[in-house]
């Protein structure tokens, strides 16, 4: 399967998955801030699947990305121009609103810094988009009704960074824990506006009744992630890719779960169209729990370098991220994947010299790692969704009648 092949995949899974909710968006206008991003990848494409596979028939969403794409306009964004169903403007969201701005049906606030390398570098910048442009949005969203045009669905992308360290009795944590967050430490400018963030949606919810909802995602992963990004998964990937050691910021012991895209933007999906006003929602994967030296050690065999730990950065990365499964069967498409890569590197052309070589056997290896851990996963039955707390409010039997897509596999590491 080549990784084209795998995306038209998992857009098709998407829409079968969301046949009800993204049947309710059509005719309708959707606005996403931040499209340009990761999460961004599946949200902007899974739109625009719909009404090229189903539009013509159901009727199209008309799709909006504000973006500053201040690391450029991303290749995969670049090649929809000229859709006439999608409109990219470069726009900061720090920034107010532009004069001119349409009538969006439906807004997702996706906009914002998310790695940690990053925010740390911006902390203004971080706090501005996830309070100023969020808040600008929701005054928007007041306007617009008094005009008698009223927003059907906002979505603001919060985090699961808002819990903090939850006590050992709050794992897994429910959307009811108040959090055990710092205020001054290293990520409280990402945080704690954040949780501010949320304050505002509920605000306006209540006070003006806007149709705001909140999701909180724990660790996604997938196509549209950017291996510059520093975030765990990326940051392996490069060191294989660089022949570099795969270097911790831990010692590896902490445990994380992993959720899909494709998975988590079911999820983010039917929070914007069916959950509840001023209610928020976990986002994530219920197992399997892995850490990352057991990982390597069990991939050993195939893996051509060494793992160094490292001292941990900022909070303790001993809190798992879990989640409740939402009723699908157990998958390994992550294997599919992994022997992809595996098969390509395999495949591909000599390049010459012993450096490229060499690179070439780690590359291999880091495919036969993630070939070993998606297999370890799908053969313990526990490649699956999920969503957590009262995300099953939304996604529960009343509601959703059609299956979810399953998770593709999960690799667990450090914080």
């Given at each position: 399967m080549s990784a084209d092949e795998l995306v038209a995949e998992d857009l098709e899974i998407l829409c079968n998955s969301l046949s009800v909710e993204l049947a309710k968006m059509a005719g309708g206008s959707l606005l996403i801030t931040g499209g340009g991003g990761f999460l961004g990848y599946y949200l902007v494409q899974g739109a625009l699947h719909w009404n090229r596979t189903r539009g013509p028939s159901a009727g199209k969403i008309d799709v909006t990305v504000y973006d500053?794409?201040?690391?450029?306009?991303?290749?995969?964004?670049?090649?929809?121009?000229?859709?006439?169903?999608?409109?990219?403007?470069?726009?900061?969201m720090i920034e107010p609103l532009p004069k001119r701005i349409p009538h969006f049906d439906w807004i997702i606030h996706a906009a914002g810094i998310a790695s940690p390398m990053f925010y740390r570098a911006q902390p203004l910048k971080c706090i501005d988009a996830n309070i100023n442009g969020l808040r600008n949005l929701l005054e928007y969203s007041v306007a617009e009704r008094n005009a008698r045009r009223p927003?059907?669905?906002?979505?603001?992308?919060?985090?699961?960074?808002?819990?903090?360290?939850?006590?050992?009795?709050?794992?897994?944590?429910?959307?009811?824990?108040?959090?055990?967050?710092?205020?001054?430490?290293?990520?409280a400018c990402y945080d704690e506006s954040k949780r501010f963030g949320e304050t505002l949606c509920v605000t306006f919810a209540k006070q003006e009744g806007i149709q705001t909802t909140m999701a909180r995602p724990f660790n996604n992963y997938g196509p549209g992630?950017?291996?510059?990004?520093?975030?765990?998964?990326p940051d392996f990937a490069a060191d294989v890719l660089a022949g570099r050691d795969i270097v911790m910021l831990s010692d590896g012991s902490p445990s994380r779960t992993f959720c899909y895209?494709?998975?988590?933007?079911?999820?983010?999906?039917?929070?914007?169209?069916?959950?509840?006003?001023?209610?928020?929602?976990?986002?994530?994967?219920?197992?399997?729990?892995?850490?990352?030296?057991?990982?390597?050690?069990?991939?050993?065999?195939n893996l051509r370098q060494q793992v160094r730990g490292h001292q941990r950065r900022g909070r303790d990365a001993q809190r798992l991220a879990r989640g409740v499964a939402l009723g699908a069967e157990p998958a390994g498409h992550l294997v599919e994947l992994a022997q992809h890569a595996l098969d390509h590197r395999q495949q591909a052309?000599?390049?010459?010299?012993?450096?490229?070589?060499?690179?070439?056997?780690?590359?291999?290896?880091?495919?036969?790692?993630?070939?070993?851990?998606?297999?370890q996963g799908a053969e313990a039955g526990l490649c699956h969704v999920g969503l957590l707390g009262r995300a099953r409010?939304?996604?529960?039997?009343?509601?959703?009648?059609?299956?979810?897509?399953?998770?593709?596999?999960?690799?667990?590491?450090?914080?």
């Open positions: 500053n794409y201040v690391r450029g306009v991303p290749a995969w964004l670049e090649g929809l121009r000229g859709n006439p169903d999608l409109t990219l403007v470069k726009h900061d927003v059907q669905g906002f979505l603001f992308y919060s985090s699961s960074e808002i819990y903090g360290d939850p006590a050992a009795n709050a794992i897994p944590t429910p959307e009811t824990y108040r959090g055990n967050v710092s205020c001054t430490g290293p990520r992630l950017k291996i510059t990004d520093r975030r765990v998964l895209a494709t998975d988590a933007i079911v999820g983010y999906y039917k929070v914007l169209v069916r959950g509840g006003a001023a209610e928020a929602y976990n986002i994530g994967i219920e197992k399997p729990e892995l850490d990352a030296r057991m990982a390597f050690a069990k991939a050993g065999e052309p000599a390049r010459g010299g012993e450096a490229d070589h060499a690179r070439g056997a780690i590359e291999q290896a880091g495919a036969q790692l993630a070939l070993h851990l998606a297999h409010e939304v996604a529960d039997a009343r509601h959703v009648q059609e299956g979810a897509h399953l998770a593709h596999g999960q690799i667990h590491t450090y914080s």
